[in-house]
């Protein structure tokens, strides 16, 4: 088993910064990529960023490349993601997944972030 534990998410203003946390334990071991997915009201879940167990890989989704950063340190277990220039559309709950190598999803509770003026 796989415990994410997501945090840092909150309510800002549009164009401004804000860093998720994502902490894993239990069966470390057997994560391969990590990554952040988020979820609108009334939207399907959509990926946000991946990154692979040695961070030498990252992939974005189009709305957010050249905006987010995702990075990782395995020697916390844990893997961020910065965001920068926020805007409305950017509003929703996000959430942490750690993908094994046998391509099992862990996911996390998840955690709001709301942009608004």
């Known amino acids: 088993q796989v415990q994410l534990v997501e945090s840092g998410g909150g309510l800002v203003q549009p164009g401004e910064s804000l860093r998720l946390s994502c902490a894993a334990s239990?069966?470390?071991?057997?994560?391969?990529?990590m990554g952040w997915y988020r979820q609108a009201p009334g939207k399907e879940r959509e990926l946000v960023a991946t990154?692979?167990?040695?961070?030498?890989?990252?992939n974005y989704a189009s709305s957010v490349k050249g905006r987010f950063t995702i990075s990782r340190d395995n020697a916390k277990n844990t893997v961020y993601l910065q965001m920068s220039s926020l805007n409305p559309e950017d509003t929703a709950v996000y959430y942490c997944?750690?993908?094994?190598?046998?391509?099992?999803?862990?996911w996390g509770q998840g955690t709001q972030v709301t942009v608004s003026s």
């Open positions: 997944c750690a993908l094994t190598y046998s391509d099992y999803a862990y």
């Open positions: 239990g069966s470390i071991f057997r994560i391969n990529a």
């Open positions: 990154i692979t167990r040695g961070g030498d890989r990252t």
